[in-house]
């Protein structure tokens, strides 16, 4: 995907959004939903696709920056909306809020891209993994969020309108980003990271960029997730919900931004459509999974008509 076509794609995207939104309020309020929930995943996939796909780290905590993204995003607007902001004042309060909760989520994303500075592989896969549950288990325990009992309250200031069109602009943001000339510093730290040093490759500060700039758009895609269910509790933001994450970037292709974006899709209403089988409605949906990557293990996307797809 060049940047001129990306931009392209970006307005239409955002065009597409805002036209769609003007019929919502005719939309059945379960289909409106899970096409909010499908947006949230894209932008969740795409950010942590940066940092898996295509700079070849292995992080397995992105749900610990959606966490902080989201509390951070709802106190904000729960404060907010106590202290009486004018009605007119709403979407840009929700923006703020949704740029302070992606802030946090990158200052912390720089904090565990630090430690990639000598970890690589499985080693900074168990920090990702450990800084997310210390997120998850901070927030059950921090009162002013609620603890245990949850965060209660939030305002529903999502709707398709926000959630698809921050789902462009991180499609746009990541695909502009890596077929820059600045951003195929990502792609060589991913091919080989030793020769990418020894060309001369600032190895350290691509990794943290990644980092920064995945874990801003999951906490982005949290605060999204805040105002959309309107409740927020620690367990949403366990382990398996990362690897709900990871399952979509390795289905989608590595490194294959729109393939991620299309798993995001099918991952996100693949139980919706099994939720009829009812008691097998899980197990259907694991051996889906299992299925699609024994025959597909270079992920649905990666290769079409035996051609490498740009993204």
Partial sequence: MKIAGAKRWLLAGLAASALLHLFTGYTN?????????????????????????????????????????????????????????????????????????????????????????????????IVTLGF????????????????????????????????WGTAAITIYVVAALVNSTYGRGFLAVHDDEIAAGAMGVNTTRYKVTAFAIGSFFAGVAGGLYAHHKVFLSPTGFDFMRSIEIVVMVILGGMGRTAGVAVAA?????????????????????????IILMLSRPQGLFNFVGGKRVKA
Wanted: aromatic share 12%; with cysteine.
């Fill in 29 to 125: 309020r379960y289909y409106l939903g899970v096409s909010i929930d499908v947006a949230i995943n894209i932008v969740l996939a795409v950010s942590l696709n940066l940092i898996n796909g295509h700079t070849g780290q292995f992080s397995l905590g992105h749900c610990g920056f959606m966490a902080i993204g989201g509390y951070v995003s709802a106190m904000l607007t729960i404060a907010a909306h106590k202290a009486g902001i004018p009605q007119a004042l709403t979407p840009l309060v929700f923006a703020a809020s949704l740029l302070a909760g992606g802030v946090f989520a990158a200052l912390a994303g720089i904090g565990v891209g630090i430690p990639s500075f000598r970890l690589r592989g499985d080693y900074l896969a």
């Fill in 132 to 163: 997310g549950e210390i997120i998850r288990v901070f927030f059950q325990t921090f009162e002013p969020a609620g603890a245990a009992s949850g965060l209660k309250g939030i305002p529903n200031y999502t709707n398709f309108l926000w959630a």
């Fill in 265 to 289: 899709i099918l991952l996100t209403l693949l139980p919706e459509l099994l939720r009829g089988f009812s008691d097998y409605r899980m197990i259907l949906y694991s051996l889906l999974i």
